[in-house]
């Protein structure tokens, strides 16, 4: 599926990763077809995203030649191998008084089955972020 949720203490989805946090050639690349409303997903380039998002509010290379861009206003952070995205990560902010409509037990449900029914919703869940779930 290359998804995966994590909750905040109060049950709420509050950062969501898409993708394989091994690299390039790992299997949840080409497992996770998702993209930002901006079109950006697995194997865009690191140009499509400064055009689609300008530059980086920072940026580390790292071990193994990989790169990362984070988008601090934005709550997106991309990982990059040879100059191709292979891992996103957003960051949900939730408002003192959370929707209810949108709270997911995760203890019963696992990543396949939110996604699947959109955490819940009964429209596929398109995060403040751009990022449809």
């Known amino acids: 599926m290359g998804l995966a949720v994590m909750p905040s203490a109060d049950g709420l989805v509050q950062i969501v990763m ?6 390039i050639d790992g299997p949840f690349v080409k497992a996770f077809t998702g993209r930002t409303k901006e079109g950006i997903g697995m194997n865009s380039t690191r140009a499509d995203i400064v055009r689609a998002y300008g530059e980086p509010t920072s940026s580390e290379v790292m071990r193994g030649g990989q ?62 972020r751009g990022l449809q779930v």
């Open 67 to 128: 790169e990362s861009l984070k988008y601090q206003p934005l709550g997106i952070t991309f990982t990059l191998q040879g100059g191709k995205v292979h891992h996103m990560i957003v960051r949900l902010q939730h408002s003192p008084q959370p929707d209810p409509s949108i709270q997911v037990d995760l203890a019963s449900r696992t990543s396949r089955e939110i996604a699947q029914r959109g955490a819940g919703i009964t429209a596929p869940y398109r995060s403040p």
């Open 18 to 23: 898409c993708g394989d946090v091994t690299g």
